[in-house]
């Protein structure tokens, strides 16, 4: 035995309104009222400030960080961890001194051998 419902009860559901087959047209909705709001000048862009000169790496400067990621041994992701946590310092700033220690050590090393280092660009 077939049951059969007299209306949909989707039709009911904002969701669903006119997307099932028998279901009633949906109905027009009102736009919703839009507050106007003047725009005021900000005081601030208006006047032009000298832009201070900048040393070429601030190490404070968040455009200066690019995300990144790399595999590396457990082991060693521990051992960087716990000094990290060790010494209270955040592990972004731990792993950039220890490339610059790292990497300052290499390019002594290639300047020593009259090699020099290649860009990667």
Known sequence: MAFKLEQNPLDKNPL??????????PEKQQPAKQKKTAAKPDPKKAKAKPVPETPAIDKNDPENFQRATFIVRKD???LLKDYAYTERREIKDVINEILEKGLGDVLKAYQKDG???L???
């Open 16 to 25: 669903f309104a006119g997307t099932q087959q028998g279901s009633a047209k």
């Open 76 to 78: 060693l992701l521990d």
């Open 115 to 117: 090699r020099e280092m």
């Open 119 to 121: 860009s990667h660009r």
